[in-house]
């Protein structure tokens, strides 16, 4: 781990890297196995900052992640803006967020406020018209400086050139709207500044010789609802008392969404899409419940991106054993699943030649275990997967979690370097 290299024998080892993480994907055997962490704050944290400093200096997420990524030596980076950007956050108020240093202690990870931002009776508001109900309705419940857009009249209203200058223009003139202008233009030169650092970081990580997961996210239509609009608790009730206007919701919205997932991965340099999956374990619907709601978007996400020449990266949080039989209709070679519960052995019964196996060290053991444990954990891992090739190692939940204990990651780190040559 660590050592220095020529800028010739950087290039080859990124290659030599990115090929790595290719054939594991698509089951070839690859020279080793490759260990790519989601990790975020723990790459920070190895790097010497604080969870403040990497959402709210630049500089020092550069450094940290650079210095602890060169120092673990791992096959790729995760996505940096795993970090989110807090000074933007601070500027346009979000509502859905709290983070260190303006609600938490320093060294905590932020924490996403999940509510009911869209309400029981609004789907056929949203559905009629999406634009003006985002705008005028969720925007200001999500993010305090947007509240002044509650006022915004119908569009329709300025479709004349008078209307456009009379009537938008005294709006736009208003007290309020001139302080939201002045705040979303702020905004765009803080979200401006993060994008150039987090692609210098990427571009100085290629120079280092490492890959970039890039940073293309997509969310299945169904997680979309549940997240960011409905939450947990009103999305499970909509499953019972509405089911059909739930239903309706993720039919209209899923190829949109699709698209624009497409798109945005298009513009960036990987083709790694990564997808977390917050609602479709087996802990939160029955397998029918799954079938019905949550399968239908996931599976429609998956086979455009495939079908785009892309690589879906769909993490499968929570127990997602029984789920294998609607997983193994994929085409096989094209995903890399990121696993957090799974029974092994049905994993490898069922989607052993069809499926990349992106996981799974428990949490439990890089918090609390000790570095022997780790490292009989990983080398079940690659005896599991020996036959294949589909395997990348990495942490359970969220990769590697913040408040692991270093030796254990250097410990995970180290098996995959002495046991998973292939």
């Known amino acids: 781990m660590g050592e220095e290299f020529s800028n010739l024998e950087k290039d080859e080892i990124y290659n030599s890297r990115l090929k790595r993480i290719n054939d594991a994907i698509q089951l070839k055997k690859p020279d080793r ?13 190895y790097g010497g900052i604080s969870n403040r400093e990497a959402m709210y200096d630049y500089a020092k997420l550069a450094k940290a992640w650079k210095t602890g990524l060169a120092k673990l030596n791992w096959d790729m980076a995760p996505q940096t803006l795993s970090i989110l950007p807090a000074p933007a956050m601070d500027l346009i108020g979000i509502q859905t967020y709290k983070w260190p240093g303006r609600h ?20 056929d508001e949203i559905l009629k018209n999406p634009d003006g109900f985002i705008i005028r309705k969720l925007w200001p419940r999500i993010a305090a400086s947007l509240v002044p857009l509650q006022k915004l009249p119908p569009l329709y209203l300025f479709s004349s050139g008078s209307s456009l200058m009379f009537g938008l223009g005294n709006f736009i003139n208003s007290p309020e709207m001139k302080n939201l202008l002045e705040t979303i233009l702020d905004f765009g030169s803080e979200m401006q500044q993060c994008h150039n650092a987090h692609t210098s970081i990427r571009d100085d990580l290629r120079q280092m010789g490492f890959p970039s997961m890039g940073f293309a996210v997509a969310k299945t239509t169904f997680d979309w609802i549940a997240d960011d609009l409905r939450g947990l608790k009103g999305t499970i009730l909509d499953m019972y008392r509405q089911p059909d206007k739930l239903i309706k919701m993720i039919d209209v919205f899923t190829p949109e969404r699709t698209e624009a997932s497409i798109v945005s991965a298009k513009l960036s340099d990987s083709k790694m899409v990564f997808i977390p999956l917050h609602k479709g374990a087996d802990g939160f619907m029955s397998d029918e419940q799954f079938k019905k709601f949550y399968w239908p978007s996931l599976e429609y996400l998956l086979l455009q991106l495939i079908d785009a020449d892309l690589t879906p990266v769909p993490f499968f949080e929570g ?12 085409p096989p070679g094209k995903i890399a699943g990121h696993f957090d519960a799974i029974d092994l052995k049905k994993f490898k019964d069922i989607l052993g030649d069809m499926m990349c196996f992106w996981g799974n060290v428990p949490s439990h053991l890089l918090v609390t275990g000790n570095p022997s444990e780790v490292e009989d954990y990983v080398k079940n891992l690659i005896d599991t997967f020996k036959d294949t090739g589909g395997l990348i190692v990495d942490g359970a939940v969220d990769g590697v979690p ?11 780190t180290k098996a995959v370097f002495d046991y998973g040559v292939c």
Do not use: H, W
């Not at 127990?319 to 994929?330: E, G, M, P, Q």
């Not at 913040?402 to 995970?412: F, L, R």
């Open 33 to 45: 196995v490759p260990i790519v962490s989601l990790a975020g704050f723990f790459l920070t944290r």
């Open 104 to 123: 938490l202690d320093d060294d905590n990870c932020y924490q996403y406020m999940e509510k009911e931002y869209l309400q029981a009776d609004e789907y």
């Open 319 to 330: 127990n997602y054993t029984s789920r294998l039989k609607y997983l193994a209709t994929l």
């Open 402 to 412: 913040p408040d692991s204990k270093i030796e254990n990651v250097e410990a995970m």
